[in-house]
């Protein structure tokens, strides 16, 4: 067994048992009241599932296995010459809360790089659809075509004990994260490159790989890969993608059609198609002005104008922070170092001044500062990377890390279907005339 897996399966095994026992003794401990607000209002905060791989405070945000993200910048192993840390340490962290080290990721990545073959039917399935389809549907599409080579799924098939469905899901997520960036370049070089296919190399770390397919090869887009992939690979289980993915996976759905739902709720504009939006909104807002550098009054009225049309200004709030994201920031780190001369990265930075004070104003708005999205479509296109629609499918490959490495948990700890209770309206007025 290689080591990453051995280590899983010892440290799953002993949690697995502590669970059971700690269920034994508290399952009846009140955690949690539900507010008829929270019900109508998306579930917000409600304490309802299990997730190891990240934890999200709402004034401090993301850190995995404990870390904050500058910590993992500080922490992770990197590349030989590199700054930027290597996104095979952020799926060892997520999988077994452990650091790993240098060695670890060079043998984790070298065991991807194996993994990475991609069935001819996968290509066959993206060419049949329209090259205008949207690039997240044809990433979705794709991923279930690859279900073909679930190991859970035939394993189940054949009679698995409850025991050990952990492992072939872990042999799938596994597979799963190797194959994405292979699937995810043709997907870029058919729909922009007139199908122009690029070799990867299998010495390249799973970042770096991923971007020469694109077509990238320059340090500095390597760089900005590897830190890209590990600050949008998990931010606990309740976001969307997540959520989505946790979710089909409970019905013991296998990896590939479990992150197939989180793929489709990525994709919607509220969520990680947002990255697209703020490039978009941003050129749009360039092109009414008539130059590449904004004022700050001139960001200000488009904001107003945007608000004005009851539309959202993307890249702007989120569900449970309440600071601006520590995900921006990384990036606004990145950005200071390798490009600050760039006019949309300064943009970025003009409408951070502006907008949590417009939005704030609103007196509706719960958390004015931008999110993650707010800042990585300008890393790209200062790096020439500008077809916006695909931004949204590099979210998708990242968050691969985490919901997989979360299912393995879901799988290793026997967590049983997901089955939330929803009632009706009459249901709620009830509730109120009996208090
Ligand atoms: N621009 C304009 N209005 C906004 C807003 C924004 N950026 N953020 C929130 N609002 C509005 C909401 O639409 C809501 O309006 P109504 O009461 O009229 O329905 C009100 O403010 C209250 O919303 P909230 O409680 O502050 O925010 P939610 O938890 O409901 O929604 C989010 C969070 C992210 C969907 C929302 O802030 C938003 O739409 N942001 C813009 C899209 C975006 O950037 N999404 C990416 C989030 C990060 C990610 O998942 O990738």
């Known amino acids: 067994m290689d080591k990453l897996k051995n280590i899983f399966a010892t440290k ?11 269920l034994k003794t508290y399952s009846d401990k009140v955690i949690d009241d539900v507010t008829i607000s929270q019900t109508v ?13 990240s934890l999200l405070d709402a004034h401090e945000g993301i850190r995995f296995r404990g870390y904050s993200i500058p910590e993992l910048i500080e922490k992770l192993p990197k590349a030989q010459g590199g700054t930027q840390p290597l996104a095979e340490g952020i799926f060892w962290l997520m999988l077994t809360g452990d650091i790993p080290t240098q060695e670890d990721v060079n043998e984790f990545s070298k065991d991807l790089a194996r993994r990475s073959n991609v069935p001819q039917h996968v290509f066959e399935t993206i060419e049949s659809l ?15 075509a690859a279900q073909t080579e679930s190991i859970f799924a035939k394993k189940y098939a054949d009679g698995l004990s409850k025991d050990l469905y952990w492992d072939p899901m ?9 194959r994405i960036p292979k699937i995810a370049a043709y997907i870029y070089r058919r729909t922009y490159k007139n199908g122009d296919h690029l070799p990867g190399d299998s010495s390249l770390d799973w970042s770096a790989n991923f971007a020469k397919m694109l077509g990238y090869e320059s340090d500095i887009f390597y760089e900005m890969m590897r830190l890209y992939m590990t600050i949008h690979a998990d931010h606990e289980g309740g976001n969307a993608s997540a959520h989505a993915t946790h979710l089909a996976g409970s019905t013991l759905s296998d990896a590939y059609l479990s992150f197939s739902s989180g793929l489709n709720a990525l994709a919607g504009p509220l969520h990680g198609l947002a990255n697209q939006e703020v490039v978009r909104w941003i050129t749009e807002m360039n092109k009414n002005i008539g130059n590449e550098n904004p004022s700050k009054e001139q960001i200000r009225d488009y904001i107003n104008a945007t608000l004005a049309a009851g539309k959202v200004v993307p890249g702007y709030g989120h569900a449970v922070l309440r600071i601006p994201d520590p995900r921006f920031t990384a990036q606004q780190e990145f950005a200071k170092k390798y ?4 006019p949309i990265v300064n943009t970025v930075w003009r409408i951070f001044e502006v907008a949590p004070e417009i939005l704030s104003s609103t007196g509706k708005i719960k958390n004015p500062f931008p999110n993650v999205d707010a800042h990585s479509g300008s890393l790209l296109v200062t790096l020439g990377f500008n077809e916006a629609n695909f931004y949204t499918v590099l979210f998708g490959v990242s968050r691969a890390l985490g919901v997989m490495a979360a299912l393995c948990w879901s799988r290793m700890l026997g967590l049983p279907l997901e089955r939330p209770k929803s009632v009706t309206f009459e249901w709620l007025k009830k509730q109120v005339e009996q208090s």
């Open 170 to 178: 872990y042999e799938d997520a596994l597979n799963l994260i190797a």
């Open 130 to 144: 329209p090259k205008d389809t949207h690039p997240m549907t044809q990433f979705s599409l794709a991923v279930l």
């Open 339 to 342: 490009m600050a001369d760039s």
């Open 12 to 22: 799953g095994a002993a949690q697995k048992a502590e669970v059971k026992e700690f």
């Open 41 to 53: 209002g998306g579930m917000r905060d409600i304490i309802s599932m299990l997730y190891e791989t």
